[in-house]
């Protein structure tokens, strides 16, 4: 079993930060725990926007706390997110997620992250090692 609390997470090796400071993520499961996705609770800062393509990773996410938006750049669709929203980028969606409020965030990746991934140029994180 698996037993993790966030207050060992934050300030660890498995507390991740954006270079441009836009956001802070807590890795709480990794490619290394064995379960075959990664569990992360992100925070987006407030008045950020940043733009992600996880096209080598498909992402679920709820918002516990904050509000913001996502928006496809695909076809300029806007989403609204607030407590209680759900979004999963099961296309691989290249998006801007941008906060109003700092945001509070339940992240899911598959394949699982292995800890230390940060945005590259495109905004996403390097394929899974094989």
Same mark, same amino acid.
């Given at each position: =079993? @698996?037993?993790?609390?966030?207050?060992?997470? &934050? !300030?660890?090796?498995?507390?991740?930060?954006?270079?441009?400071?836009? %956001?802070?993520?807590?890795?709480?499961? /990794?490619?290394? +725990?064995?379960?075959?996705?990664?569990?992360?609770?992100?925070?987006?800062?407030?008045? &950020?926007?940043?733009?992600? %393509?996880?096209?080598?990773? /498909?992402?679920?996410?709820?918002? @516990?706390?904050?509000?913001?938006? @996502?928006? #496809? &750049?695909?076809?300029?669709?806007?989403? $609204?997110?607030?407590?209680? &929203? =759900? *979004?999963?980028?099961?296309?691989? +969606?290249?998006?801007?997620?941008?906060?109003?409020?700092?945001?509070?965030?339940?992240?899911?990746?598959?394949?699982?992250? #292995? !800890?230390?991934?940060?945005? +590259?140029? +495109? !905004?996403? *994180? $390097?394929?899974?090692?094989?």
């Amino acid at each position: =079993m @698996i037993v993790r609390h966030i207050d060992k997470i &934050t !300030g660890s090796e498995r507390e991740v930060h954006a270079a441009n400071g836009n %956001w802070t993520s807590r890795r709480m499961l /990794l490619a290394s +725990d064995g379960m075959g996705f990664s569990f992360h609770e992100t925070l987006i800062y407030e008045g &950020t926007e940043t733009l992600i %393509w996880y096209k080598n990773h /498909l992402e679920a996410v709820y918002c @516990i706390e904050g509000e913001g938006e @996502i928006e #496809t &750049t695909e076809d300029r669709r806007i989403y $609204p997110i607030r407590p209680g &929203t =759900m *979004y999963a980028l099961n296309k691989n +969606d290249r998006h801007y997620l941008r906060a109003s409020k700092t945001m509070r965030l339940i992240c899911v990746f598959n394949p699982p992250l #292995t !800890g230390r991934e940060t945005h +590259d140029r +495109d !905004g996403s *994180y $390097p394929p899974a090692a094989s």
